[in-house]
């Protein structure tokens, strides 16, 4: 994230870990972690994860538009107030010019991250080499994009696999956030799970899955 973005990102988090939104923030983030586990949570969740569940309460969950009034500066109220707008989806990275872009495979949108994110700077890291897909919350502000800092990672294996889910998920009619939510269940059941095939964690029939919320 930005300095800017960064900044008012840790008083949101401060925010809504104190009462009176301590519990609701809380069952927010544990609600986003039930619908993105294949399999029971465990003690230990991945900090990927973990972040991403707070990415989630303060956009979809809209902690970040309701805490945005008790910040003084107009700019930092701005930059909360935006947030409740991030772009969710799951992106292939590329350079175009000297640029590093976004592109989401859900939506088909694409996003100029800024120079000075440092997320963008991580993942731009990575392109000279088969740079995995990943999923994150992009922020639009007036002067270019930024990525929230709740990215997570799919294997490089599982791009072309990822590829085919997204379309058939498309053209059964899912919404982003649930064509978002099975992936990262494919992902997590991946990571936790030993000996497991890439295409046993990531494939089409795996969209069918339900998740007790």
Same mark, same amino acid.
């Given at each position: 994230?930005?300095?800017?973005?960064?900044?008012?990102?840790? @008083? %949101?988090?401060?925010?809504?870990?104190?009462?009176?939104?301590?519990?609701?923030?809380?069952? &927010?983030?544990?609600?986003?972690?039930?619908?993105?586990?294949?399999?029971?949570?465990?003690?230990?969740?991945? @900090?990927?994860?973990?972040?991403?569940?707070?990415?989630?309460?303060?956009?979809?969950?809209? %902690?970040?538009? @309701? &805490?945005?009034?008790?910040?003084?500066?107009?700019? @930092?109220?701005?930059?909360?107030?935006?947030?409740?707008?991030?772009?969710?989806?799951?992106?292939?990275?590329?350079?175009?010019?000297?640029?590093?872009?976004?592109?989401? &495979?859900?939506?088909?949108?694409?996003?100029?991250?800024?120079?000075?994110?440092?997320?963008?700077?991580?993942?731009?890291?990575? %392109?000279?080499?088969?740079?995995?897909?990943?999923?994150?919350?992009?922020?639009?502000?007036?002067?270019?994009?930024?990525? %929230?800092?709740?990215?997570?990672?799919?294997?490089?294996?599982? *791009?072309?696999?990822?590829?085919?889910?997204?379309?058939?998920?498309?053209?059964?009619?899912?919404? +982003?956030?649930?064509?978002?939510?099975?992936?990262? +269940?494919?992902?997590?059941?991946? *990571?936790?799970? *030993?000996?497991?095939?890439?295409?046993?964690?990531?494939?089409?029939?795996?969209?069918?899955?339900?998740?007790?919320?």
């Amino acid at each position: 994230m930005t300095p800017a973005l960064f900044a008012v990102y840790d @008083e %949101l988090l401060n925010r809504a870990a104190a009462p009176p939104v301590e519990a609701r923030a809380r069952a &927010l983030r544990d609600a986003f972690l039930r619908r993105t586990s294949a399999l029971p949570l465990l003690e230990s969740v991945q @900090e990927d994860r973990m972040v991403a569940a707070w990415d989630d309460a303060l956009t979809t969950g809209g %902690l970040a538009s @309701e &805490l945005a009034p008790g910040f003084k500066d107009a700019a @930092e109220r701005a930059l909360a107030k935006v947030m409740r707008r991030a772009h969710r989806g799951v992106f292939r990275l590329e350079r175009v010019g000297v640029h590093p872009v976004a592109f989401d &495979l859900v939506s088909g949108a694409s996003f100029v991250l800024l120079p000075r994110d440092d997320m963008a700077r991580n993942l731009a890291a990575d %392109l000279d080499r088969d740079a995995p897909l990943f999923e994150a919350r992009i922020v639009a502000a007036a002067d270019g994009c930024a990525c %929230l800092p709740g990215v997570i990672f799919h294997p490089p294996d599982a *791009s072309a696999l990822i590829d085919q889910i997204v379309v058939a998920g498309r053209q059964r009619g899912m919404g +982003r956030d649930a064509l978002c939510d099975a992936l990262l +269940r494919m992902q997590n059941a991946f *990571s936790r799970l *030993s000996r497991v095939k890439i295409g046993y964690a990531y494939r089409v029939e795996a969209l069918d899955a339900t998740v007790e919320v």
